[in-house]
C-alpha cells in the first residue's frame, strides 16, 4: 500500500497543501503580532494622555492631589497597570497598589512630567508601568487561534479533502494507462507479441504507450523474420541435399554411372551449399557487428575499375554494354576493398541477370556534399514493382520468383551488402521503375 503510486500522491498532495497552510500561518500570525504589539502600545499612549488630562483638571479643581488616590487606584484595576503619582517634591501621592504613598520616589526618567498652561512648573509626576511584551503576545494568540485559527483548521481539513479527491481522479487517471502498459508488457515478456498498450493520453504517458506500441510492433516483426528465416534456412539448404543425396543414392543403385558429368553436378550442388552456408555465415557476422573489415585509405575509382573489369565478360555474354562514368579527381575513403567490391559485384550481377540482352548497365560516382561520395549502380532491366521494392533487402527475398537458386543466387545478396554497406558507415538504397530499370545508391563517408 505505502509503495502505491496512489499513497504517495496523496502523501504528497498532503504535505505540500499542510506546508502551504502552515507557512500561510506563520506569517500571518507574525504580521498579527506586530500589528497587535503596535495597537496595545498606541493604546497605552492613549490611555496615558487621558489619564494625564483628567489629573490636571482634578489638580485645577482642587490645587492639590488630596483625594486623587481612589481614581488612580481604579485605573490601575481598569489598565491592569501599576500606576505611581508624585507631586512636585517627588513624593508618592498615589499609587494604584497602595504601597508607596508618602515615600520618596527616585528619579526616574520614564516618568511623565505633569503642567498646566498658566502655572509656572510641574505639578506632578505620573509613572505607568507598561505592559509586558509577553502579555502581549499571548492576547495576540489568543486573537489569531480564537478568530482565526479555526478557518486555517476547517481550511485545512477541507485542503485535505480536496487533496485526496484530486489524488483519487489524477491517480486514476495516470494509473489506468500505466496498469495498461504493465499487463501489455507482461504479455509481451510471454511471448505475446500481438499486444499493443494503445495510450490515447497526448502528454509523456501517451509517447510512453507510443514507444511500447513501436517496440511491439518491432519485436513481433523481427520474430516473424526469425520464424521466416528458419523457415528459409531449411528450405534453401533441403534443395542442393536434396540433389546430392539423390544423385549418390542413384550412383549406389547403379541408376546412373558415377562418370565426370555425375561429379560435376554433384560439386556444383556442394559448391552452391557451400556458397550458402558462407553466405549465411556472413549475414550472422554483419548483423552481430563482428564482421572484422580490413579498411585501409582507398581511391574508389580503383576498386570501381577493377570490380567493373572482372564483370565485363558477363555482361559480354548478354550483349550487355557495362560503362563507367567517373569523374577525373575523388576524394579518398577510408574502406575494406575487397568488402566494397564484394556489394558491386553483387549488384553487378543483379543487373546483369535482370537487364535484357543488348541493355546497359551504368556505374557512376558523384559528390552529393563535401562529407560523402555516391556509387551508382543503374541499368535499363525491367525494373521492380513499386510494392516490392521496400522489401529487396530482406533475407531470402527474390522479385523474380521463378528463378532457380542456380540464377537467381541465395535471396542474401543485398541483405549482405546492405550490412556491409553499414558496417563502413553508410547508406545503400534503390529506385525502380517498372520497365524502365533499376538504380541502387551506395553512400560511403570520405575520407575527413
Given at each position: 500500500?505505502?509503495?502505491?503510486?496512489?499513497?504517495?500522491?496523496?502523501?504528497?498532495?498532503t504535505i505540500a497543501i499542510l506546508l502551504a497552510i502552515g507557512?500561510?500561518?506563520?506569517?500571518?500570525?507574525?504580521?498579527?503580532?506586530?500589528?497587535?504589539?503596535?495597537?496595545?502600545?498606541?493604546?497605552?499612549?492613549?490611555?496615558?494622555?487621558r489619564m494625564e488630562t483628567e489629573l490636571a483638571r482634578f489638580y485645577l479643581r482642587f490645587r492639590s492631589w488630596q483625594g486623587i488616590q481612589p481614581a488612580v487606584e481604579q485605573w490601575g484595576n481598569l489598565y491592569g497597570q501599576r500606576i505611581v503619582?508624585?507631586?512636585?517634591?517627588?513624593?508618592?501621592?498615589?499609587?494604584?497598589?497602595?504601597?508607596?504613598?508618602?515615600?520618596?520616589?527616585?528619579?526616574?526618567?520614564?516618568?511623565?512630567?505633569?503642567?498646566?498652561?498658566?502655572?509656572?512648573?510641574d505639578?506632578?509626576?505620573?509613572?505607568?508601568?507598561?505592559?509586558?511584551?509577553?502579555?502581549?503576545?499571548?492576547?495576540?494568540?489568543?486573537?489569531?487561534?480564537?478568530?482565526?485559527?479555526?478557518?486555517?483548521?476547517?481550511?485545512?481539513?477541507?485542503?485535505?479533502?480536496?487533496?485526496?479527491?484530486?489524488?483519487?481522479?489524477?491517480?486514476?487517471?495516470?494509473?489506468?494507462?500505466?496498469?495498461?502498459?504493465?499487463?501489455?508488457?507482461?504479455?509481451?515478456g510471454q511471448g505475446d507479441f500481438s499486444q499493443r498498450a494503445i495510450i490515447k493520453d497526448k502528454g509523456e504517458?501517451?509517447?510512453?504507450?507510443?514507444?511500447?506500441?513501436?517496440?511491439?510492433?518491432?519485436?513481433?516483426?523481427?520474430?516473424?523474420?526469425?520464424?521466416?528465416?528458419?523457415?528459409d534456412i531449411a528450405h534453401e539448404l533441403r534443395t542442393p541435399l536434396s540433389n546430392i543425396k539423390g544423385y549418390l543414392e542413384a550412383v549406389s543403385d547403379g541408376v546412373i554411372q558415377p562418370d565426370a558429368d555425375t561429379v560435376r553436378k554433384l560439386n556444383e550442388e556442394a559448391a552452391l551449399l557451400a556458397r550458402l552456408v558462407e553466405d549465411l555465415q556472413e549475414l550472422s557476422l554483419a548483423e552481430a557487428g563482428t564482421l572484422k573489415l580490413v579498411r585501409r585509405v582507398e581511391n574508389i575509382a580503383g576498386v570501381i575499375n577493377q570490380t567493373v573489369a572482372m564483370m565485363q565478360p558477363k555482361a559480354a555474354v548478354k550483349a550487355l554494354s557495362l560503362?563507367?562514368?567517373?569523374?577525373?579527381?575523388?576524394?579518398?575513403?577510408?574502406?575494406?576493398?575487397?568488402?566494397?567490391?564484394?556489394?558491386?559485384?553483387?549488384?553487378?550481377?543483379?543487373?546483369?541477370?535482370?537487364?535484357?540482352?543488348?541493355?546497359?548497365?551504368?556505374?557512376?560516382?558523384?559528390?552529393?556534399?563535401?562529407?560523402?561520395?555516391?556509387?551508382?549502380?543503374?541499368?535499363?532491366?525491367?525494373?521492380?514493382?513499386?510494392?516490392?521494392?521496400?522489401l529487396i533487402f530482406e533475407r531470402f527475398y527474390r522479385v523474380d520468383k521463378s528463378r532457380t537458386r542456380a540464377t537467381g543466387g541465395s535471396g542474401l545478396g543485398l541483405t549482405i551488402a546492405r550490412r556491409l554497406v553499414e558496417a563502413h558507415g553508410g547508406q545503400i538504397k534503390a529506385e525502380s521503375e517498372l520497365g524502365k530499370g533499376s538504380r541502387f545508391s551506395i553512400t560511403l563517408p570520405v575520407l575527413a
Amino acid at each position: 500500500m505505502i509503495h502505491s503510486l496512489r499513497f504517495r500522491l496523496l502523501v504528497a498532495f498532503t504535505i505540500a497543501i499542510l506546508l502551504a497552510i502552515g507557512s500561510t500561518f506563520f506569517f500571518l500570525s507574525t504580521a498579527i503580532r506586530g500589528e497587535i504589539r503596535q495597537f496595545g502600545e498606541r493604546a497605552d499612549q492613549l490611555r496615558v494622555a487621558r489619564m494625564e488630562t483628567e489629573l490636571a483638571r482634578f489638580y485645577l479643581r482642587f490645587r492639590s492631589w488630596q483625594g486623587i488616590q481612589p481614581a488612580v487606584e481604579q485605573w490601575g484595576n481598569l489598565y491592569g497597570q501599576r500606576i505611581v503619582l508624585t507631586d512636585s517634591r517627588g513624593v508618592v501621592v498615589a499609587d494604584s497598589k497602595g504601597e508607596s504613598v508618602g515615600e520618596q520616589s527616585s528619579p526616574d526618567p520614564s516618568g511623565r512630567p505633569l503642567s498646566i498652561p498658566g502655572l509656572r512648573g510641574d505639578i506632578g509626576t505620573l509613572y505607568v508601568t507598561p505592559r509586558p511584551s509577553a502579555e502581549l503576545g499571548i492576547q495576540s494568540l489568543g486573537v489569531l487561534f480564537g478568530a482565526i485559527g479555526r478557518f486555517f483548521f476547517w481550511g485545512a481539513l477541507v485542503a485535505g479533502a480536496i487533496a485526496l479527491l484530486i489524488t483519487l481522479l489524477l491517480s486514476q487517471r495516470i494509473l489506468s494507462p500505466v496498469r495498461a502498459l504493465t499487463s501489455a508488457a507482461r504479455r509481451l515478456g510471454q511471448g505475446d507479441f500481438s499486444q499493443r498498450a494503445i495510450i490515447k493520453d497526448k502528454g509523456e504517458l501517451g509517447e510512453l504507450g507510443h514507444a511500447f506500441d513501436v517496440m511491439a510492433e518491432n519485436l513481433q516483426r523481427n520474430e516473424q523474420l526469425r520464424k521466416n528465416m528458419v523457415a528459409d534456412i531449411a528450405h534453401e539448404l533441403r534443395t542442393p541435399l536434396s540433389n546430392i543425396k539423390g544423385y549418390l543414392e542413384a550412383v549406389s543403385d547403379g541408376v546412373i554411372q558415377p562418370d565426370a558429368d555425375t561429379v560435376r553436378k554433384l560439386n556444383e550442388e556442394a559448391a552452391l551449399l557451400a556458397r550458402l552456408v558462407e553466405d549465411l555465415q556472413e549475414l550472422s557476422l554483419a548483423e552481430a557487428g563482428t564482421l572484422k573489415l580490413v579498411r585501409r585509405v582507398e581511391n574508389i575509382a580503383g576498386v570501381i575499375n577493377q570490380t567493373v573489369a572482372m564483370m565485363q565478360p558477363k555482361a559480354a555474354v548478354k550483349a550487355l554494354s557495362l560503362v563507367t562514368e567517373l569523374p577525373d579527381k575523388l576524394p579518398s575513403v577510408n574502406i575494406d576493398a575487397q568488402r566494397i567490391s564484394q556489394v558491386l559485384r553483387n549488384l553487378l550481377e543483379n543487373a546483369i541477370a535482370y537487364t535484357p540482352a543488348e541493355g546497359k548497365i551504368t556505374v557512376a560516382v558523384s559528390l552529393p556534399d563535401e562529407r560523402a561520395i555516391e556509387v551508382t549502380v543503374a541499368d535499363t532491366g525491367q525494373g521492380i514493382p513499386a510494392g516490392e521494392l521496400p522489401l529487396i533487402f530482406e533475407r531470402f527475398y527474390r522479385v523474380d520468383k521463378s528463378r532457380t537458386r542456380a540464377t537467381g543466387g541465395s535471396g542474401l545478396g543485398l541483405t549482405i551488402a546492405r550490412r556491409l554497406v553499414e558496417a563502413h558507415g553508410g547508406q545503400i538504397k534503390a529506385e525502380s521503375e517498372l520497365g524502365k530499370g533499376s538504380r541502387f545508391s551506395i553512400t560511403l563517408p570520405v575520407l575527413a
